[in-house]
């Protein structure tokens, strides 16, 4: 079963407009949420992190927003650049677990427009 | 750069072969992981070590494949008797666990292909 869910498979959105990325998860044990990046050919690479104790955090061009009621969380991008094109995912962890491991997303491929 | 590497980038192997790839993570980082990435997929969680110690592994783990952390340091993957349905991005990670949070950072993957 798919804990973690991306229901986009892809975006494409004009430069300099806002992508917003959404991911919606089913296990109530997970409590710390992050988004990765991934271009072809290399590792995913760490964008930016939520834990469940807030309902959004914020890191320059990058916001996530977490809705806890509601088992989603969004990725907003603003304002959007080409170089922003990759494949995002969303993954989330169980701190009540011992091993943190990642449950990942299947990812949305966003396409920024120049 | 002091970021993850692994080694190789690329295999190509027959069916049947045995393989190994190895992961050196950020040097003071105390926890490593192992994942596989087929495509359309995210990451699957496969194992992972507190220091030099294995202390879970997934089903998707079969009995072909062990890991080992030697010295808590670097982190090899061996694949023996290579299945068609092995081919995948093998990625590796790791992270330095304060507070509960745990960002992992991840290699360029391992990229097997079995004839």
């Known amino acids: 079963d798919q804990q973690v869910k991306q229901n986009s498979p892809s975006l494409s959105v004009q430069e300099g407009r806002i992508s917003i990325l959404n991911c919606d998860y089913t296990n109530s044990m997970f409590d710390y949420f992050l988004w990765y990046k991934k271009y072809p050919a290399e590792g995913p690479t760490f964008l930016i992190s939520i834990s469940s104790i807030k309902d959004k955090n914020e890191d320059g061009r990058f916001t996530v927003f977490l809705n806890k009621s509601a088992k989603h969380l969004s990725l907003h991008i603003v304002p959007s650049q080409p170089g922003d094109s990759a494949v995002y995912f969303c993954?989330?962890?169980?701190?009540?677990?011992?091993?943190?491991?990642?449950?990942f997303g299947k990812g949305t491929l966003l396409t920024v427009n120049p | 750069d002091t970021g993850v590497s692994q080694d190789p980038r690329h295999k190509i192997t027959k069916r049947g072969q045995n393989v190994t790839f190895r992961c050196d993570p950020i040097s003071e980082h105390n926890r490593l992981y192992w994942y596989r990435q087929t495509l359309g997929q995210g990451p699957e969680f496969l194992t992972y070590f507190q220091n030099e110690a294995q202390l879970e592994k997934s089903r998707l783990l079969s009995d072909r494949f062990s890991a080992e952390r030697p010295k808590g340091s670097f982190s090899t993957l061996e694949i023996q008797r290579t299945e068609q349905g092995d081919s995948a991005m093998y990625l590796c990670?790791?992270?330095?666990?304060?507070?509960?949070?745990?960002?992992?950072?991840f290699g360029p993957g391992t990229r097997l292909t079995v004839l």
């Open positions: 993954a989330a962890s169980a701190r009540g677990g011992s091993n943190y491991k990642l449950t």
């Open positions: 990670a790791s992270s330095l666990v304060l507070n509960s949070y745990n960002e992992q950072f």
